[in-house]
Structures are given as C-alpha cells and as structure tokens.
C-alpha cells in the first residue's frame, strides 16, 4: 500500500521527435486538489492521458492507487475514476439521460444512479431532451455529471467550467465541494486562474514539458518575491507627513517606491484619483513589510487596500516592485 493515490517517477513521453514531458515526479495524497495550470503546449494533457492510462510513458513510472497504468489490471482502477475532458463529445441524438445511462453501463454503474447525477449538476428539467437542444454549458454540466458517476475517488477535471456562465461557474464549484467534503481527490487545469488560485490545496506550473514549480499560492508567492500593492487616499494635508514616515519605515528597501496622484486637477491623475481628500498614495513593497507601511500611515490615511499578486501575475511573471499614479 502507497500514502500516495497518484505517484509519478521521472516521468518523460515523446512523440517522435518532440518531447512532451521530460523528467515528471508528482505526487498526490488522497483527498487532496490539485490545481495544473500552463501554457497551451505544456504537457498538461499529456500528463492527464498518463494518468488515465490513455498513454504509455516513454520513460519512468505511472502509479494510480498503487497500480502501474501501463498494466491490464489498470483497466479495472480506471472504471472507478472521473473524467471530464477540455471538450465533451457525445450523441446528439441521445437525450440527457440517455446519454448519461451509456456512461453507466460503461463504467458498470447503476442506470438508477443517473437521475441523481443529473440532479447534483442542475441538469434534471433538461434530462429527456436531445443533447442537440443543449447549449454549451449545459452540454459542459452533462460532461461533469458522467465524471461523478458512480462516486468516484479520483477525478480528473480538463477546463471544467468552458462554456459556464457565471451562476454555473458558482454551481461547479459548489458541486465539487461537495464531492471534495466526501473525500474524492481531485486534478484539475484551468487557464481562468483566479477561479482556482483559492480553492485548490496545491498548484503546479508546467512549462516545456516539465513542473516548472509547486506548492501553495502564499509559497509561490514567496518564491517569486512579487511586491504587494498597497493603496492609501491620504487625509488633507498630509502628504509631506505621509513621505516621510514612508521613507523613514522603507529606507532599508531600495526596491520599495511609492507615487502620489493629487486629484482630479493634476495632470497624472484619472477619475480613481477622485478620492475625498484628492490624494492618493500607492506604495509596492515586499510581502513582508506591509505591517511598516501601514503602521507609517496609521492616523494619515482615510481609507487602505491592499492587492496581493494574482496567481495570473505569478504564472505570466508580472508583478516587478514598482508604482504607479491613479
């Protein structure tokens, strides 16, 4: 018996003469979400189809709940994970649930298991209609509801919410804590970033076929040392008393810099720059001094925010120190 439900070593896959992945170890405990995020070409659904067992690796091993996936008896393990490809293809001439009643047979499910699947992912009223009546997100939730057949404990989720309104989005997401609460595994990609940088346990960032880095949002965020911003409208009269308590609490950070927007009548500032007093302040500065920067507009400032770096910031490698005026 393995602690890890999904255990990679040295994973490479080459099609010919390009190679996909190069040098993958992961691994994944039960009942974890993983968050896979990387440019088109990555290797993020290369990585997914050897998971699946849909491909072989050209190098190193592929274990899932301790069974090599390259193996026959992998056939057996795989009917009991969930698999929502980028693009859910089916009959259209089928209804919902006939649709959904193929997949159980194929997965050796329960056909009664269908109508409360279809129910979980709001697709019950649409449930005797042709696929071909469905829009793209209801067509997108049918997909969902055949990866959470039969209650699986792994599932893979490939851009789970294309083709999702807002409302569905909120509906996934709610749907998948559900399933998370009763203890499934979850791997999933997504190029909307800040739909999962807050929902996943750890995030990986694949690049040129390999996991460029790993961990929790505040770890990659500490890797990259992006600056966090911090934007103060500063009570009348106060902006030379504002400058100097900055630049006494930040004189040991040279990166550290700050500008000033004097309101609507001055030539750097936009409509933002309409605060009550007229001025504002935004300061870049390491994570680990917004405690000095707010303890030096304590008293001096009407109103604070502070904007941490997206993970969209940390995945295109934006974010250097700097300011800029409102």
Request: aromatic share 4%.
């Amino acid at each position: 018996m393995t602690s890890s439900l999904i255990e990679l070593n040295e994973v490479s896959k080459t099609f010919g003469s390009v190679e996909a992945l190069r040098g993958v170890s992961l691994s994944v405990a039960p009942g974890e979400m993983i968050g896979l995020i990387g440019h088109n070409g990555a290797g993020k659904s290369t990585l997914f189809k050897l998971m699946l067992g849909l491909l072989t690796a050209s190098a190193g091993s592929v274990r899932v709940q301790g069974v090599d996936t390259a193996s026959s008896a992998f056939r057996q393990v795989r009917r009991r994970i969930g698999y929502l490809p980028e693009t859910f293809v089916t009959y259209d001439n089928l209804s919902g649930l006939e649709v959904l009643q193929l997949f159980a047979d194929l997965k050796k499910v329960p056909r009664g298991a269908c109508a409360g699947v279809l129910e979980q992912v709001g697709l019950s009223q649409a449930a005797g209609r042709r696929v071909h009546t469905y829009s793209k997100g209801m067509r997108q939730r049918l997909g969902f509801a055949q990866a959470l057949l039969g209650d699986p404990a792994l599932i893979f989720l490939d851009e789970p919410t294309n083709g999702l309104d807002p409302e569905g989005i909120a509906d996934f997401y709610a749907t998948l804590r559900d399933v998370r609460a009763r203890g499934a595994t979850i791997v999933i990609t997504s190029h909307i970033l800040a739909e999962i940088q807050e929902r996943v346990d750890r995030l990986l960032i694949m690049h040129s076929g390999r996991v460029a880095s790993q961990g929790t949002l505040a770890q990659l965020r500490a890797r990259v040392v992006l600056p966090s911003t911090i934007v103060a409208t500063l009570r009348p009269g106060v902006v030379e008393q504002a400058e100097t308590a900055l630049a006494a609490a930040l004189a040991p950070l040279p990166d550290t810099a700050w500008g000033l927007a004097q309101g609507p009548d001055h030539a750097s500032a936009t409509a933002s720059g309409k605060a009550p007093a007229g001025q504002q302040l935004t300061i870049a500065c390491p994570s680990g001094q917004k405690m000095a920067v707010l303890s030096a507009l304590a008293g001096l400032a009407l109103d604070v925010s502070i904007h941490e770096p997206t993970l969209e910031q940390l995945f295109l490698g934006h974010g250097g120190a700097h300011v800029h005026a409102h």
